[in-house]
């Protein structure tokens, strides 16, 4: 009885307290926000929860979803807002005390506003993820995209380096590890192509038609597209890709937005100290100046870039940009004007063992024999700005117009000290040394412009038609580069001390380069959209023409300080001048030989068809026809044939893409394009110019390359930033061009000559991509395989007991040049609206990959697998204004360069210089350092 008097009054109380407490208990309300349309999630979205007097708010978490936690009994109300979509109703209902979660989704509708006669949509979510995801999704062709709100989290500060995020990319690093070119899948960057707006801009390289990626500042763009399927509609000068710069538009309502960051690079914060010096004011030689029979005397150079060389202690980076935009006359008008400006100081240290010319046949075949051993430290200051504005008018519903303009301009001061370390011993008696010093200074100047004006007009419910007049002009300028050298042999005593110094040879170069491209184009296309048998047919029809000049002059003059007069670090004291007064005409200077300048008309057509046979699959299919019309000149003297050219090609290019909706967010792709690559200008004419390793000479034989590329590949969209890719793709390549040392008049001298002579190439691969968020973390992957071979004749040297070292012939095969068998990325992402903090770690993997094709079997370079791991965040502190901060570099990955050759042919000097050579069957033969680099900054937007 007692038990159950205790045990009833245990249950008296909890009632008691139950009751009183029953408007208090804590119950979950949580949901989803989603499209109303497409059903895609709204990340961002802000939920207010109203309730007895008080609000609550909440944002939606990258996986769509939002929640709000103890949440009282009694009645509720919940509406959602998100920019770019109609407010959503009011949800009410009523929490009971048997109530622990309530479920409550929101569906949002996009919100768009009819003015008279124009009608204009919401585009602040075009920035976003999930914009990004839908035109991945609905885009006809294989293609990923990076959104602007992606890019601005990256830890990257250029279009180069946020390339490497791309699935199936890796960059090529410039001397301070910057990302410069781009490889997609692959294919080395001459095969690919860069559009601004799906426009095609010329390049400011002085030989090449890719541009370099690290010229663009990354904050302009409103989103990054890499396009691996070519239509018919599209330029067909791409193989492996078209890097497809998308530039911010005019927004729906006034946008200000405006950065301001500063950093350093670790590289120069431990004793290494950065080399910088002010540019020669002799912007032009005085060839150019006075005329080519004029005789140059040494008091017409101005040695300012290296006398005025100094050091700088930890110098500090910075960046800015500005953006500006609105609509305007009842939102006919629409401008953005958009600035950008980075100051980097960044620089590497390098250590290089170069080779002998030709290889011994002892110890074993074609062993590697090394003749020099740099030391070498990098200082590269760069700086970039960016500016683009957009003017778009909607005359009325059927017509529009925009004038768009961009301007990038790019300075980069890159002073080189070298020690050549053979007066480290090597190759040299312990009672003798080598030196040489070297040190080069150069100015580099780069240049884009590009005007398009473009018209869209429907001409009735079935024809339209949009147009584009383009003048773009690029140019890179190399004014006056100093490169000065001192070589010494040094007689040592027992202990190493210098006893005599017999100055061997101390030069001075002074070299001027200016390259300038100008486009003159026109694009138009035409839309015919009848219904055929019950279906909508797009049919278009289109093309381009491209009137192009392009011009290169090189002018290169040498002066000799003499024999008699040891270098004391007395620059000024050094008498130098001419071997002859005739060295000094311009007329008689042997870069003249590389001057040209080159006229080429290209014109295309195409054809192109899109219809839906049935409701889930698409076809699109085509043909383009493209020409290609180009002559040249250059000033190489009369006895050297090909000197001048015409070369004349054409060339048909199908493709089909066919697309199947397994479900609204799932599709299969398949397609088959041709393509084609062009040669480099430089490539095609008679020129040599120096190299850093070895001279380059071009080629007017060559032919330009064609493809076929297959495409397969299922998507899969969840909603949001998710997204699942699963692809594969084969490509046959037709005449590729490949980079060879060749012999030039010796064994004993080789220069880098492009040729065909590979025979053709294959290249296939996978690609995997997988985007996921689990609330607040998000995770994405990406892992690429390619495989590509090619097949070429290489020198083989073997010792025969007999008849000593004997040459032979074999065949070797190889990937192509740039190719690595494994591409990856991760990245870990931590969203919270709540805490009003976004981070990201971010790790990129590139695996081993050809470099340098020799003409030695055995003895190609190879790039060791490289790994880099960076990190970035933003947090915000107020409405308007949020802290950011990048780190890249984190590990101090380090480039290797080495020989697929055992390294004990290296002697113990060689391998100190070099440091430790990590595997047995392969020999280090370079290694370059950039440190870790860092930026923080701050962010305003209205």
């Known amino acids: 009885m007692k038990f159950i008097h205790s045990y009833n009054k245990i249950l008296f109380f909890l009632f008691i307290f139950s009751s009183f407490s029953s408007g208090l208990i804590a119950q979950t309300i949580e949901g989803r926000v989603t499209d109303s349309r497409t059903g895609e999630t709204l990340p961002g979205a802000t939920v207010h929860l109203t309730q007895n ?157 890719f541009v370099p990626m690290d010229i663009f500042p990354s904050e302009m763009l409103e989103r990054l597209e890499v396009i691996k399927a070519l239509t018919p509609s599209m330029e067909g000068d791409a193989i492996g890709g078209a890097m497809n710069l998308i530039m911010k538009s005019a927004p729906y309502h006034f946008t200000l937005s405006a950065n301001a960051s500063a950093g350093f690079s670790s590289l120069f914060s431990d004793g290494r100290l950065f080399s910088a010096f002010n540019p020669s004011p002799n912007v032009k030689s005085p060839a150019m100046i006075n005329g080519n029979s004029f005789a140059a005397s040494p008091a017409d150079f101005s040695n ?17 940009g500005l953006t500006i935009g609105d609509r305007f006359l009842n939102n006919k008008l629409g401008i953005i004007i958009s600035g950008s400006y980075q100051n980097i100081y960044r620089g590497s240290n390098s250590k290089q063992l170069t080779p002998n010319a030709q290889p011994s046949a002892i110890p074993l075949p074609n062993s590697p024999q090394f003749s020099d051993a740099y030391d070498r430290t990098y200082s590269t200051q760069t700086q970039r700005l960016g500016l683009h504005n957009k003017i778009d008018y909607v005359m009325n519903d059927k017509n529009k117009i925009s004038l768009y303009n961009l301007y990038i301009h790019q300075n980069e001061y890159e002073s080189r000290l070298t020690s050549d370390t053979l007066g480290l011993g090597l190759n040299s008696t312990n009672l003798s040394k080598q030196i040489t010093l070297a040190d080069r200074n150069t100015l580099t100047k780069q240049n884009i412009y590009n005007g398009t004006l473009h018209g869209e007009h429907i001409i009735s419910d079935k024809f339209h038609l949009n147009w584009d007049g383009i003048y773009s002009v690029a140019s890179r300028h190399m004014p006056d580069r100093i490169d000065f050298s001192y070589d010494a042999n040094k007689s040592l005593n027992s202990l190493g001390q210098v006893t005599t110094e017999i100055d061997n040879n101390t030069k001075l170069t002074h070299h001027w380069e200016n390259n300038r491209d100008r486009d003159l184009s026109g694009y138009a296309n035409f839309f015919y959209t009848p219904k055929i048998a019950g279906t909508d047919v797009e049919f278009a029809l289109g093309g381009l023409y491209r009137h192009k000049l392009r011009d290169a002059d090189y002018i290169t003059y040498s002066l000799t300080g003499g024999k008699s007069t040891l270098f004391s670090n007395n620059f000024a004291a050094i008498p130098f001048g001419f071997n002859s007064a005739a060295d000094g005409i311009g007329s008689n200077n042997p870069d003249l030989q590389n001057n040209y300048n080159v006229r080429e008309d290209d014109n295309a057509e195409y054809l192109q068809v899109k219809f839906n046979p049935f409701p889930k699959l698409q076809i699109l299919g085509g043909v383009r026809v493209e020409n290609t019309y180009m002559t040249y000149g250059t000033q ?27 479900t609204d967010r799932q599709n299969i792709r398949a397609s088959y394009f041709a393509s084609i690559s062009r040669p480099g200008f430089g490539e095609l004419v008679p020129y040599k110019v120096s190299g850093e390793y070895y001279d380059q000479v071009g080629n007017p034989l060559l032919k330009h390359i064609t493809a076929d590329n297959y495409d397969l590949r299922y998507e899969l969209f969840p909603g949001g930033s998710d997204q699942v890719l699963v692809g594969t793709f084969f490509k046959k390549i037709y005449n590729p061009i490949e980079y060879f040392v060749v012999r030039d008049g010796g064994p004993s001298s080789q220069v880098i000559k492009p040729q065909n002579d590979a025979g053709n190439a294959t290249n296939y691969g996978a690609e995997v991509l ?85 003409p030695y079997a055995s003895l190609d370079f190879y790039q060791h697998a490289y790994n880099q791991l960076d990190f970035s965040f933003e947090k915000t502190i107020g409405k308007k204004l949020s802290f950011y901060g990048k780190i890249n570099n984190i590990t101090n990955a380090a480039s290797k360069i080495y020989l697929k050759f055992p390294h004990g042919s290296l002697d113990a000097k060689q391998q100190e210089f070099l440091g430790k050579q990590d595997i047995a069957a392969q020999t280090l033969v370079q290694s370059d350092y950039y440190k870790t680099s860092f930026l923080g900054g701050l962010r305003y937007k209205l």
């Open 304 to 320: 300012r870039a290296y006398t005025s060389q100094h050091s700088l202690n930890n110098p500090s980076s910075s960046t800015a």
């Open 770 to 854: 997988a985007t996921k968020f689990f609330g607040l973390i998000g995770f994405s992957v990406n892992y690429t395989y390619t495989h590509s071979r090619i097949s070429t004749n290489k020198l083989l040297y073997v010792n025969d007991p007999t008849a000593g070292s004997i040459q032979t012939i074999v065949n070797e095969t190889r990937p192509l040049q740039g190719q690595a068998d494994h591409v990856g990325n991760a990245s870990v992402l931590f969203k919270s609206a709540k805490l009003g903090i976004d981070m990201q770690a971010a790790f990129v993997y590139t695996g081993e990959r050809l470099t340098q094709v020799s």
């Open 636 to 662: 190489s003297p009369a006895t050297v044939t090909q000197r001048t050219g015409t070369i004349i090609y054409s060339d048909l290019l199908p493709s089909v893409h066919l697309k199947y909706a397994l």
């Open 53 to 209: 007097g008080q609000n609550k708010y909440t944002s939606v978490g990258l996986n769509g979803a939002y929640s709000f936690k103890k949440v009282a009994t009694g009645l509720y109300q919940i509406r959602v807002n998100y920019v770019g979509y109609a407010p959503s109703k009011v949800v009410e209902g009523t929490l009971s005390a048997a109530t622990e979660l309530r479920i409550v989704n929101i569906f949002l509708t996009d919100a768009s506003t009819q003015m008279s006669e124009v009608k204009v949509t919401a585009q602040a979510n075009k920035e976003t993820d999930r914009n990004a995801r839908g035109l991945e999704k609905s885009a006809p062709m294989v293609i990923n995209i990076l959104s602007s709100n992606t890019i601005q989290l990256l830890p990257d500060v250029t279009v180069g380096n946020a390339l490497q995020r791309v699935s199936g990319v890796t960059i090529q690093r410039s001397a301070n590890g910057e990302g410069r070119y781009a490889i997609i899948r692959g294919m080395d960057q001459r095969y690919n192509s860069t559009l601004v707006n799906g426009i095609k801009v010329p390049s400011p390289d002085p030989s090449y038609r």
